[in-house]
């Protein structure tokens, strides 16, 4: 499966903005579909994944009440909205798949630049 991540922006403190990861294929519902994010001199941290079926839902502690993973499989589309944007929230957002059988991601999009301003 390819996936494209899109929706990166600026945005201030406090701000919201929605990220996309569009798949292709027609396998999109078989796979875990997660979010991952690397700020500038770090490594890259797991933000949150929904499940295959996209009712079960798993979030760093991090983002937790803040942010809300979402995958629409008719649209092969997964979505995560940030809210309550902080400026250590900055860094490449990258959307990622795995099937259900495997602990690691399998593929990965390109990534998408999020930059909070203070």
């Known amino acids: 499966v390819q996936l494209q991540a899109s929706g990166g922006g600026l945005v201030q403190a406090g701000g919201s903005l929605r990220l996309s990861c569009a798949a292709s294929?027609?396998?999109?519902?078989?796979?875990?579909m997660g979010w991952f994010r690397q700020a500038p001199g770090k490594e890259r941290e797991f933000v949150a994944s929904?499940?295959?079926?996209?009712?079960?839902?798993y979030y760093a502690d991090s983002v937790k009440g803040r942010f809300t993973i979402s995958r629409d499989n008719a649209k092969n589309t997964a979505y995560l909205q940030m809210n309550s944007l902080k400026p250590e929230d900055t860094a490449v957002y990258y959307c990622?798949?795995?099937?259900?059988?495997?602990?690691?991601?399998?593929?990965w999009g390109q990534g998408t630049l999020v930059t909070v301003s203070s």
């Open positions: 990622a798949a795995r099937s259900v059988h495997n602990q690691d991601y399998d593929y």
């Open positions: 294929g027609r396998t999109f519902s078989s796979y875990v």
């Open positions: 929904a499940t295959r079926s996209g009712f079960s839902f």
